[in-house]
């Protein structure tokens, strides 16, 4: 990508964009239906941990979708041109619950645009932060970092990084990454991509072994784990993904305490990270 076309897409920069949604009862129990029992406890009244990412889904009409199910680029998001896109990673400060029957304003910024050169070809990085306001004030902060792509190679798969020499984790659960998990939680939240659902799509266009399970279902796992294991919110959750996880076999969600906080990650079937998380 050329300097001309980094200034365009930059320019992009200090966008916003302002929806609302409420916290309802029927949203929760779908929520806890799909994710369970894999969810830490919550107080009275209070929404499960990371059901925020359910909130407030982008819905465009069917007649604007990108190739991929995405909305099509050049909206809030800028128009970059390289064809696979998915979540990197983020960060989410809580301050306070969410609770069931909230209304909350999320307000969107897009706070960068940045061009790296990977090992697989050109990255094109965009950042966008939240703010979740409640009736009580701001409940939420979060990065979300989203990474560009170029198309796939024909006959040339990613090479997973290999599987890390670690200590027992503290607490680990086993979920088995189905296809009607994934429908669900693209359900939730509205997620069209159609690497999640669409097999053909997912092998021949962009080239993955199988399905791809959402970045944002497996950080809400990892959140809800953190928060089981230190018996608290974390104030601050970080994540960053490192390989795609494919749907198909059963996945590990794993966590450690470290130095008072918390460090985890989830692992394929085979061992390999997918996802780390510090919290």
């Known amino acids: 990508m050329d300097a001309a076309a980094l200034d365009h897409l930059r320019g992009w920069i200090g966008r916003t964009r302002v929806v609302e949604d409420l916290v309802t009862p029927r949203l929760a129990a779908e929520y806890r239906a799909t994710l369970a029992p894999h969810l830490a406890a919550v107080g009275e009244g209070e929404a499960p941990l990371a059901l925020h990412w359910c909130l407030a889904p982008e819905t465009p009409e069917a007649g604007t979708l990108g190739p991929d199910g995405h909305a099509a680029k050049g909206g809030f998001l800028p128009p970059v041109p390289l064809p696979r896109r998915m979540w990197a990673g983020g960060e989410v400060e809580t301050l306070a619950p969410l609770r069931l029957g909230d209304r909350v304003v999320r307000r969107e910024t897009v706070a960068d645009v940045a061009f790296k050169e990977g090992r697989s070809g050109g990255l094109c990085f965009v950042t966008v932060r939240h703010d979740y306001e409640t009736p009580s004030g701001?409940?939420?902060?979060?990065?979300?970092?989203?990474?560009?792509?170029?198309?796939?190679?024909?006959?040339?798969?990613?090479?997973?990084?290999?599987?890390?020499?670690?200590?027992?984790?503290?607490?680990?659960?086993?979920?088995?990454?189905?296809?009607?998990?994934?429908?669900?939680?693209?359900?939730?939240?509205?997620?069209?991509?159609?690497?999640?659902?669409?097999?053909?799509?997912?092998?021949?266009?962009?080239?993955?072994?199988?399905?791809?399970?959402?970045?944002?279902?497996?950080?809400?796992?990892?959140?809800?784990?953190?928060?089981?294991?230190?018996?608290?919110?974390?104030?601050?959750?970080?994540?960053?993904?490192?390989?795609?996880?494919?749907?198909?076999?059963?996945?590990?969600?794993?966590?450690?305490?470290?130095?008072?906080?918390?460090?985890?990650?989830?692992?394929?079937?085979?061992?390999?990270?997918?996802?780390?998380?510090?919290?």
Request: hydrophobic share 40%.
């Open 138 to 279: 701001v409940a939420i902060r979060e990065r979300q970092d989203i990474v560009y792509r170029e198309a796939a190679r024909p006959g040339e798969p990613a090479a997973p990084p290999p599987a890390p020499a670690l200590p027992p984790p503290d607490l680990a659960w086993a979920v088995e990454a189905s296809p009607v998990l994934l429908f669900r939680y693209s359900a939730m939240t509205f997620n069209g991509h159609r690497f999640h659902y669409d097999h053909p799509y997912a092998t021949r266009v962009e080239g993955y072994p199988g399905l791809v399970v959402h970045g944002p279902l497996q950080a809400s796992l990892l959140l809800n784990l953190a928060a089981t294991l230190l018996g608290r919110v974390p104030g601050r959750f970080r994540y960053r993904g490192v390989a795609p996880l494919i749907a198909g076999r059963t996945f590990r969600v794993e966590g450690r305490r470290a130095a008072g906080g918390f460090s985890g990650l989830t692992a394929d079937a085979d061992g390999r990270p997918c996802m780390e998380a510090s919290a």
